[in-house]
């Protein structure tokens, strides 16, 4: 069965500065996808990011970014400039290939100090 | 385009009811999928509907089911409720092909008291 860990419970940065979410997880297959959601306030799980696992390019969306390390099962989340809306929990998630079932971690609170 | 919707937002049952609560996925969206959230066991996978056929199921009792219309609503139901039935139950959908990302509604808080 596959598994994802996120081993910071919390976090904190200071707003406009750089934090980093870790993720790894387990799995046997070859093909499957790899995603951060958030989940503020509000309880609505919203997708930051995705990674497919046959592309060796890191994913990038504005100010989040990826670093996929396929060999060490490592999926880590880059937020640069930090902004208080970024407050919220971030859930690392995977997914095989053909599957709707998504396996996610524990989840990081993130904290933005003004 | 209306996003992903749950409803009721919240709940109150009583130990021993049964409870019915109701996703509306995305317009065009054919896969439907339900997750229980807790504090102690986190996000977990109930199960997945699509084209109105479940199609993968998580670990949980069978009080635990639910169904798909052929508008692609879905219900999930939860009979008998226990203490540890309390929890934000989310649903996600998506097209349902292998690339796919899911979309979330937001939840429903389910309280057994």
């Known amino acids: 069965a596959q598994t994802v860990t996120q081993s910071q419970p919390e976090m904190s940065v200071q707003e406009a500065e750089t934090v980093t979410l870790s993720c790894t997880y387990d799995?046997?297959?070859?093909?499957?996808?790899l995603f951060w959601y958030k989940q503020p306030p509000s309880r609505q799980m919203i997708l930051v990011i995705r990674?497919?696992?046959?592309?060796?390019q890191n994913a990038t969306e504005n100010r989040f970014s990826v670093n996929f390390q396929k060999a060490a099962k490592s999926f880590s989340l880059k937020i640069s400039d930090s902004q208080l809306g970024d407050a919220a929990m971030y859930f690392c998630?995977?997914?095989?290939?053909?599957?709707?079932?998504?396996?996610f971690g524990t989840g990081t609170r993130l904290t933005i100090i003004p | 385009k209306a996003g992903v919707t749950q409803t009721p937002r919240y709940l109150i049952k009583t130990r021993g009811q049964q409870v019915t609560l109701s996703c509306s996925p995305i317009?065009?969206?054919?896969?439907v999928s339900w997750y229980q959230q807790t504090p102690g066991q986190g996000l977990q996978f109930l199960f997945e509907y699509f084209s109105e056929t479940q199609r993968n199921k998580g670990n949980f009792p069978g009080r635990f089911s639910g169904r798909q219309f052929s508008n692609s609503r879905s219900e999930m139901n939860v009979s008998t409720l226990e203490l540890g039935d309390s929890a934000l139950y989310l649903c996600?959908?998506?097209?349902?092909?292998?690339?796919?990302?899911?979309?979330f509604g937001q939840g429903t808080r389910l309280t057994v008291v």
């Open positions: 799995t046997s297959e070859s093909d499957y996808y």
């Open positions: 317009s065009g969206h054919r896969s």
């Open positions: 990674q497919e696992a046959y592309k060796q």
């Open positions: 996600a959908s998506s097209l349902g092909g292998p690339s796919t990302e899911a979309f």
């Open positions: 998630a995977y997914k095989d290939f053909g599957n709707e079932k998504l396996t």
